[in-house]
């Protein structure tokens, strides 16, 4: 058990002093970073490394089973095997090529599901825990019309917009990669204990974080650095000004990803987020072809697969009311003068085309679905 590669890898995490700066120098030198472990004192020393990390590995050479460090790596592999969890590592043909570019890729993922699907195309979908019913919306369309495109979803299993990107993947019929804060064997947070369950079943669920591992606020910055890296873009649907959402996108800049934002309401503390990115040169996005044009993408529905005109199935008046519409709330007292309908009238309307899915209602009144 303790000389296989994924062993070797777990312990190079395990290892203290020796974070990522570290094992990057490293892995300069040595490009099978396992080979360090092969190594007497004195070369280990030679290089640099702190006597921690030398005591840690000549533990390990030793097969000591009482240091602390050995002993982990012992427990990790057994809480993986006992809850079906994969180890892929750093040389293995499924560790995504992209993620291994970024300056702080981790040695090693842990994952359930589908591990193939690492290498596919991905374009993360991120945004805010306390999204508007139209965010939510909008986190689902865009989804489903992402993963029919080709591109697979990924996002963090969080409450709101990640969520939403997950269940209209999934409820499309297509898979889709959540990255999470914790170990395998814990879902965060307990309200998508079920939603994880479907991610695992048609998908994958993937933590750099071993079995055991609580969810803790400083595990969310770094998973999501694993979004970004794992992805060709980042789409913001709703974040405000101090969302973790806007981290996300520098992280994404910074890996050299797209970074995508989709307008709200300037009335909307979840829509301000957003609007910063786009001032700051994200790419304004209201349609899927904004985001593929982008990418420079050649993923184009079959011609029978175009999408209907929505307006298509309504007579005169439910189209009078639609265009009276904006996308923030208003009042039906607002809508009875600009459409001159009566009351009743309008409100039978608004019946209909909030049944075909155009119109949501709202604290306020009614707003157009985008």
């Not at 993620?99 to 290498?119: C, E, F, K, Q, W």
């Not at 395998?184 to 079920?194: A, C, K, V």
């Not at 606020?217 to 974040?239: K, T, Y």
Request: net charge negative; aromatic share 6%; hydrophobic share 40%.
């Amino acid at each position: 058990m303790f000389y296989s590669s994924s062993a070797q890898w777990l312990f190079l995490t395990c290892l203290p002093k020796f974070g990522r700066s570290r094992w990057r120098a490293m892995l300069a030198v040595f490009p099978d970073l396992t080979d360090l472990l092969a190594k007497n004192s004195a070369t280990l020393r030679a290089h640099g490394l702190h006597a921690e990390t030398v005591a840690g590995i000549l533990a390990w050479q030793q097969q000591d089973e009482s240091n602390t460090f050995v002993n982990g790596v012992r427990q990790i592999l057994l809480d993986c095997k006992r809850h079906d969890i994969g180890i892929v590592c750093w040389p293995h043909s499924d560790y995504p090529e992209v993620l291994r570019h970024i300056h702080d890729a981790p040695l090693v993922l842990y994952t359930l599901g589908d591990s193939s699907l690492l290498g596919h195309e991905q374009i993360g979908i991120i945004g805010s825990r306390n999204a508007t019913p139209a965010g939510l919306d909008h986190a689902r369309r865009f989804a489903a019309e992402l993963s029919n495109r080709k591109l697979l979803v990924t996002s963090g299993l969080a409450l709101g917009v990640d969520g939403a990107a997950h269940a209209g993947a999934l409820d499309a019929g297509y898979a889709t990669i959540a990255v999470v804060g914790c170990g395998l064997d814990r879902t965060y947070p307990n309200q998508h204990r079920r939603l994880g369950q479907r991610v695992v079943e048609k998908g994958l669920m993937v933590s750099e974080y071993p079995p055991g591992t609580p969810a803790r606020a400083a595990h969310f910055p770094q998973r999501n650095r694993i979004i970004s890296g794992l992805s060709r873009g980042i789409l913001v649907v709703e974040a405000g000004l101090k969302s973790g959402s806007l981290i996300t996108a520098r992280m994404a800049l910074e890996q050299g990803r797209e970074v995508f934002a989709i307008p709200g309401s300037i009335h909307s503390p979840v829509a301000r987020g957003c609007h910063y990115l786009i001032k700051q040169g994200a790419r304004l996005v209201d349609t899927i072809d904004d985001i593929l044009e982008e990418l420079g993408a050649s993923w184009l529905l079959p011609a029978d697969c175009a999408a209907p005109n929505p307006a298509g199935a309504l007579d005169s008046r439910e189209i009078a009311v639609f265009e009276a519409l904006g996308y923030d709330p208003q009042s039906t007292d607002t809508l009875c003068l600009a459409t001159g309908l009566p009351a009743d009238q309008l409100v039978q309307s608004l019946l209909l085309l909030e049944l075909e899915g155009l119109v949501s209602s709202a604290p306020g009144g009614f707003q157009k679905i985008a």
